[in-house]
Structure formats: structure tokens, C-alpha cells
């Protein structure tokens, strides 16, 4: 449709705007339109260590073991069913923080590409911030990219602030 207004393919009377602002301002609906879907995933402002500790029901420091796909599935209220894929990463906990009791963790997390999914990666260790969520009667333990979730290089000053956290709760 826009390529026909811009194109002048349609007949209107003069309003004394000329083609060439008609066609900035089919233009410019067009950008906007097109950016409007573009924003995804969006964060806003950052936690602080102890904040984001006492919002997140599990917090361990572990190193990633496997990264696989998990189909989720949810039946609309008019009978149809969406269905998409998410990453189900496998953990081995190393120091337990907070609720996160058992040897390995799965947790699930976007794809990436707009859907706040953290880019996980095999053998590299992360702390892991995040909340149960259910999804279709399933509890899935989730993070994403507005958490405090990171890699753990060699600064473990945060590890550090967590470990006496951990031990306050």
C-alpha cells in the first residue's frame, strides 16, 4: 500500500502538499512502523548485587556442562496452540548461593536474537541468577539477559559479595 501512495498511483485532490513531501512522509510512517517491532527485549536499569540476590529464588556459581533446545507449547484461549523453542542449559554447580541444592541445575533461557536469551557457553562458568517460573504446568527454573547472570572470568568480587549474602540469609 505504501508503495502504491508513494508511487502517486491513486487519485487525490491538491492539497498543497508537493509528491516529494508526500513521499518523505510515506517514508518516514514506513521507518516507524518497521522499528516499532524491532524492539524485543528491553531492560531497564541494573540490579545491585544484593538486590538482585533477594529478587532471584536460586543463585549458584557453576560451569556450564550442556545446551540443548526445549519445545514449549501453550494452548490459546480459541483453540489454537503457538509453540517455540527455548535453550535448556545444564550447570554443574560448583558453590551453591542460594536454593540451588542439587550437583547440576537446568535452567532455560531465550534463543537469543530479541527474546532476552543469555548466550551461554559450554565450559565456561557463569553466576547464575534466576526465578521458577511455570510454564503449562511445567516449573522451569529461567534467566535471561536483564539478570545479573554472567561469566566468571577472574574477578570474583561479586562471588566474594554473594558468598557473605549467602551466609545473612
Known amino acids: 500500500i505504501l508503495v502504491l501512495l508513494a508511487s502517486g498511483a491513486h487519485t487525490a485532490p491538491y492539497t498543497g502538499v508537493t509528491s516529494n513531501m508526500r513521499n518523505s512522509i510515506y517514508i518516514i510512517i514506513a521507518l516507524l512502523l518497521t522499528t516499532l ?3 524485543g527485549c528491553s531492560c531497564f536499569g541494573t540490579e545491585t548485587v544484593k538486590q538482585a540476590f533477594r ?4 543463585v549458584i556459581y557453576g560451569e556450564v556442562i550442556s545446551i540443548g533446545k526445549h519445545n ?3 494452548e490459546l484461549h480459541y483453540g489454537d496452540t503457538i509453540e517455540w523453542f527455548t535453550n535448556e542449559v545444564t ?3 560448583t558453590t551453591n548461593l ?3 541444592s542439587a550437583e547440576f541445575v537446568t535452567v532455560y533461557t531465550g534463543m537469543g536474537d530479541g ?3 543469555f548466550n551461554f557457553q559450554i ?3 557463569y553466576l547464575l541468577y534466576a526465578n521458577n517460573e511455570t510454564q503449562d504446568g511445567e516449573e522451569l527454573l529461567r ?3 536483564c539478570t545479573r547472570t554472567a561469566e566468571v572470568t577472574s574477578d570474583l568480587d561479586e562471588l566474594t559479595t554473594l558468598k557473605k549474602l549467602a551466609k545473612l540469609e
Open 37 to 39: 517491532n524491532s524492539f
Open 55 to 58: 529478587a532471584s529464588d536460586v
Open 72 to 74: 514449549l507449547s501453550k
Open 91 to 93: 550447570i554443574k554447580v
Open 98 to 100: 542460594k536454593n540451588g
Open 115 to 117: 527474546d532476552c536469551g
Open 123 to 125: 565450559g565456561k562458568s
Open 143 to 145: 534467566t535471561n539477559i
